[in-house]
């Protein structure tokens, strides 16, 4: 079994930068690839990041390429995802998953094993 926990989530001003945070528990972190997925109110979720299990394989949306990254740290079982220039757009419940290694992209939502429970992501000001 794994838990993922995401923290990091805040209010934040347009143009401003966030850092989140998702630390798992279990021994099979790093057998999963990680996504973060996001879901803005009204809105279906969707992927906007990807990391393959050791790190050096990444995949991303256009709406968030040039302004977020994603990182790991499997020593520390935990994936980042740090987000600058942010907008109102970005605004949303912020998802990370564990999922199948497909190799396909976007990473869907029926690919996720594990769910994070989420940590919103405002940006207004």
């Known amino acids: 079994q794994l838990q993922l926990v995401e923290s990091g989530g805040n209010l934040v001003q347009p143009g401003g930068s966030l850092k989140l945070s998702c630390a798992a528990s279990?021994?099979?972190?790093?057998?999963?690839?990680v996504a973060w997925f996001r879901q803005a109110s009204g809105k279906e979720r969707e992927a906007v990041y990807y990391i393959d299990t050791s790190g050096e394989m990444t995949w991303y949306a256009d709406s968030v390429g040039g302004r977020f990254t994603i990182s790991r740290d499997n020593a520390k079982n935990t994936v980042y995802l740090q987000m600058n220039s942010l907008t109102p757009e970005d605004s949303a419940v912020y998802y990370c998953a564990a999922v199948r290694d497909t190799r396909s992209f976007p990473p869907q939502f029926a690919d996720a094993v594990f769910w994070g429970q989420g940590t919103q992501v405002t940006v207004s000001s």
């Open positions: 279990g021994i099979l972190f790093n057998s999963y690839p």
